[in-house]
């Protein structure tokens, strides 16, 4: 769905549900997931649809993703980093651990 | 030309009161027209907490006890009578709610207002039950340690709430009536064959009118006779992501929505008139809160909001016909999510059989007058 326009000058692996991924170092997760065909992120809490990331600004919430336990982080905002973490999301984010 | 043809019916204001008056005159075969404000006027009826709640309502007003109680018992029936007019599952659930105590001074002001009702009330009065820590924690083992004891009544419960205010205008067009928004009336003129209501947008002859304006009321009611007094008084509230289910209750602080989402609330402000929110308000909502379930300290807010309550000074609702005026009607109350059967059905109803006397005659407005010399 999305190209790279130009190629990156550093790579980290990160790993996504359990799959290593090489990504830009300087991409947010959200690009990194986009970058490598991951167009949805979870499954909405109320529907159960779908979701990805959509407004790669901070405002639609609908990029939610689970980093290095941290369950519900906006993956858009979140840049990535060597040796992370990132599993998608189903259902509503537990009360009980995976906090900050 | 008048702007719009006569009416037999005009509800003034289409919140959360209006709307349920006007959907329980709809249902009796009425066509009421409800004038509402603007999009961004405010209403509690989109601001409020949600709750059908009965617990420690009505101390040293029996009469406001069994008005509520009546409305909680009302709630099943009236739901399913809002699908069946909307379509629209408004979620209520009636599970029982805490108050939960974070202090021995807390626990004993509240033990002693469920006290008064119970002991005025005698045969009627709603079960509660006044429990300690541990107690609290076999109900609900998520409390933090912090809780010292709770009240807890089976009757208490909430809804969705913007979906009952949803359920209720798809509902009274669903069964006739109309709905007009940016009219807020600012004139009520009474005239051969009713009244005449205008403002900025035109005018309207109405036989009949009810005033269901929320705060403004206060400015409408003495246009025909009546009166309705209001203190201010503004409520904070903040909303989480939503979690998986850990609260299947609810509580007065604190709620999980069905959706998922944790309500948390409500402040009470009385010297504002800024509708803006305060950012020491949500820190003590937030530190309650999390005091009172730990687990909550890791989830994120999402929103806060403020909105200001109907309130009058004594707290209690105002149903009054004008005995100078024939025809007008006054309904105001600071509950109206928990109240909202009664007015779609019994208040709603009196006014269609033209009973001049609404709710046996219990919340007049005239109370609060106070003579002058
Ligand atoms: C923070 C907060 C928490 C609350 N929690 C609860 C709760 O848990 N349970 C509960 O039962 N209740 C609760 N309430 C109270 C409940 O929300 C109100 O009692 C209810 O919404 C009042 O509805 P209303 O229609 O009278 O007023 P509003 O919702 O204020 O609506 C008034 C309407 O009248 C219109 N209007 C005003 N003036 C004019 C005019 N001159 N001409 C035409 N239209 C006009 C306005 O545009 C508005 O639409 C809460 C309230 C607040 C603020
Ligand atoms: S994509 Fe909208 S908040 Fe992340």
């Known amino acids: ?23 830009d170092a300087t991409a947010s997760v959200a690009a990194a997931l986009l970058g490598a065909g991951m167009a949805t992120v979870r499954r909405s809490v109320v529907t159960d649809q779908p979701r990805g990331p959509y407004c790669l600004m901070g405002i639609c919430f609908e990029c939610l993703v689970t980093i290095d336990g941290v369950q519900n982080r906006q993956a858009c905002m979140v840049p990535v980093r060597d040796g992370m973490t990132i599993s998608s999301q189903r259902g509503a984010r537990t009360t009980q651990g995976g906090g900050r | ?25 709809a249902r009796k075969g009425l066509a009421p027209l409800v004038l509402d404000g603007e999009d961004l006027s405010h209403r509690a009826s989109r601001a409020n907490f949600a709750l059908v709640w009965v617990q420690g ?6 009469h406001y006890a069994r008005w509520t109680i009546a409305a909680a018992r009302r709630w099943p029936s009236f739901a399913a009578d809002l699908l069946e007019t909307s379509g629209i599952d408004v979620g209520l659930r009636q599970r ?10 807390e626990m004993a002001m509240w033990t002693e207002e469920v006290g008064c009702v119970a002991e005025a009330l005698g045969e009627d009065a709603p079960d509660h039950a006044v429990l300690d820590h541990a107690e609290t924690a076999r109900m609900v083992p998520a409390i933090g340690r912090d809780v010292v004891g709770a009240i807890y009544s089976p009757l208490d419960g909430d809804v969705n709430s913007l979906r009952l205010f949803r359920a209720l205008h798809v509902g009274m067009l669903n069964l006739g009536a109309a709905y007009r928004p940016h009219s807020d009336v600012t004139e009520i003129v009474p005239k051969a ?28 009611a003495p246009m025909v006779g009546l009166s309705a007094p209001t203190l201010q008084s503004k409520g904070q509230i903040l909303v989480t992501e939503k979690c998986a289910p850990f609260f299947p209750y609810t509580s007065t602080t604190l709620r999980q929505t069905d959706e998922g989402g944790v309500m948390i609330g409500d402040s009470q402000e009385a010297d504002t008139s800024s509708i803006a929110t305060d950012q020491d308000i949500s820190s003590v909502l937030a530190s309650r809160a999390v ?48 109240l909202a059967p009664n007015h779609a059905e019994l208040v709603a109803d009196a006014i269609v059989s033209r009973d001049t006397t609404l709710a046996g005659g219990l919340f007049p407005g005239g109370r609060f007058h106070v003579p002058q010399d």
Not at chain 1, 3 to 19: F, S
Not at chain 2, 96 to 105: H, I, K, P, Q, V
Not at chain 2, 308 to 326: A, M, N, Q, W
Request: proline share 5%.
């Open chain 2, 193 to 220: 064959g009713g009244f005449l209501l205008t403002g900025a947008w035109g005018e309207v002859l109405a036989g009949r009118v009810v005033l269901a304006a929320g705060n403004g009321n206060t400015r409408l």
């Open chain 2, 96 to 105: 029982g709610g805490f108050t939960f105590a974070l202090a021995g001074s």
């Open chain 2, 291 to 338: 005091r009172t379930f730990p687990q909550l300290a890791a989830v994120n807010v999402l929103r806060s909001w403020s909105g200001f309550r109907v309130k009058t000074p004594d707290g209690l609702p105002i149903y009054e016909c004008s005995s100078t005026h024939p025809g007008a009607c006054l309904v105001m109350c600071h509950s109206g999510v928990t």
């Open chain 1, 1 to 23: 769905m999305f190209r790279k326009i130009e190629n990156p000058k550093d790579l980290v692996t990160i790993v996504v549900d359990g799959r290593e991924l090489e990504v």
């Open chain 2, 57 to 62: 309502k009505g101390v040293g007003a029996p």
């Open chain 2, 1 to 25: 030309m008048r702007t719009l043809p006569d009416q037999e019916i005009v509800v003034v204001g289409g919140g959360l009161v209006g709307a349920a008056v006007a959907w329980g005159l």
